[in-house]
């Protein structure tokens, strides 16, 4: 759940972020006149860095794997 809502995150962050640069974006987007360019982008760069955190978070492996050994051989894995 933590990925879909980093994935979220970033995207809206992205189209914010891109909204700035390329007029036919600002135009779609409904944004209030009180709200400047400025805290758009710092919103915008916000959203992003909190979703890309989400995405590194969910991606941790939460146990390893240790093989057990037979001798030389290894006959199977246990998560430690």
């Known amino acids: 759940m ?3 809502l980093g994935y979220i995150l ?5 189209v914010g972020l891109s ?17 400047t360019p400025l805290y758009i982008t710092i ?6 860095i909190v979703g890309i955190l989400l995405l ?3 991606s941790e492996k939460s146990s390893l794997e240790v ?3 037979k001798g030389n051989r290894i006959i ?4 430690h």
């Open 43 to 48: 919103g915008s760069i916000a959203l992003i």
């Open 19 to 35: 909204s700035g640069v390329i007029p036919q974006i600002k135009e779609k987007i409904p944004i209030p006149a009180s709200i």
């Open 56 to 58: 590194k978070q969910g």
């Open 67 to 69: 093989p057990i050994y």
């Open 76 to 79: 199977g894995y246990r998560r």
């Open 10 to 14: 970033v995207i809206i962050g992205l």
């Open 2 to 4: 933590k990925k879909w």
